[in-house]
């Protein structure tokens, strides 16, 4: 196993790592996508059986290339988007080498040597697109649940059918959290839902998706250079939402009414005992208020637009119910609970990064995917250019703005 040169590294071959090398094609610039596993790998082995996504086909799109199928409207499941991505990875003819693992990035006086279990390939540019979503962000506490409670993170997760019988708490209310506890509910185990801040959203208003009004209003294209508090934004959990075919609103009030039963954000979970905070009425009051405003921004659009006329006319929602007192204490000794599942987010694996690019807290330095070490960029990042950066259709315009960013850099 010698060492390659090549002017570019992308590390990963999902939607992003094959977007970037789309851009570099185009530019003309020489370089290899290397994939521990296979094309899109991520949506195969990371996802769980019903998966869907919770964006429609449409917006499913990548740098030179729409969805062009016949349900517009429906939502892929993981071997659909798997395909999708597989078969743009062959049209753009990516240059990826799969099965090689990158087991270190290491800072040359040339660049980079990028290290893989296949041999070392020599570059200028590394482009990290390894996923920001391949870890899942269990808290330290969960050390301490007792050892005959069985836990999974999303990543694992697969069906209920994998669950003991009997109750599952389920932490977290994001989009992950939401679907997993409406799928182990139904299956007959009872679930408890911990809800710290979230964000509530309908599947459709007006008559139309949430996700086509997002992106008429712009919304999703609101800059990482433009908003108060970028790191408090990347924090934000994703929406409540599911992709059905009767496209079904999943906030809390729908699982209130499928029997998931609702609790605070967990604290700790100290000598047996989980503690909830009892801030859920805050938290929900907020998440009301908050798609309240995304509401009237819609309706202030259609209005502007001359298009009240066309749609379904404005709504407001039910707030969302929450019973008063609440339990802020779970003695897991008590049995009701068997399992707990870990929705508590994700984030990215760059343990083999052997650069000075880290904060005090672990987080990737970089302004927009531009990494604090020169030619190295990262894409995929919640809000890491602009609020739709995370979702595949953000991929298209982050990797032309970062592409552009390393052609000046070669340049230079
Ligand atoms: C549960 C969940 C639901 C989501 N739902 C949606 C949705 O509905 N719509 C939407 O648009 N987006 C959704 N996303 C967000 C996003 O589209 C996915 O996270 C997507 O997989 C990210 O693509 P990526 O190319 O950045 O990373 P990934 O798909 O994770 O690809 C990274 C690749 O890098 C490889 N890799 C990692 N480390 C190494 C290494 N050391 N060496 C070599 N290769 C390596 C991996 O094998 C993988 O193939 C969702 C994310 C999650 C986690």
New binding site residues.
Partial sequence: MGANATTVVV???????LAMSKRLSDGGIDHVV????EV????RTQ?WDSFT???PNWQTTLPGRSYDGDAPDDFMNADEIAGFIRDYGSAISAPVQPN???TAVRTTDRGYDVVTDQGTWMCRCVVL??????RSNVPPFAAALPADVVQVN?LEYRSPAELPDGGVLVVGAA??GVQLADEIQASGRPVLLSIGEHVRMPRTYRGRDIQHWMDAIGRLDERYDEVEEILKARGVASPQLVGTPERRTLDLNALTERGVQLRGRLGVIRDGVAMFSGGLRNHCALADQKLDRLLDDIDAWITDQALDREVAPAERHERTRVAPDLPLMLDFARGEIRSLVWATG?KP?FS?LELDVFDTAGRLRHDGGVVDAPGVYF??GTFLRRRKS????GAADDTADLAEHLVGYLAA
């Fill in positions: 590390v990963g071959a999902g939607h992003s790592g290397l994939e521990r596993q899109a790998s991520s949506w996802r996504l919770l964006t090689t693992t990158v697109a390894s996923g920001a979503c391949n999303p989009a992950t994700f694996d083999w894409l995929g995370s979702f595949i259709h």
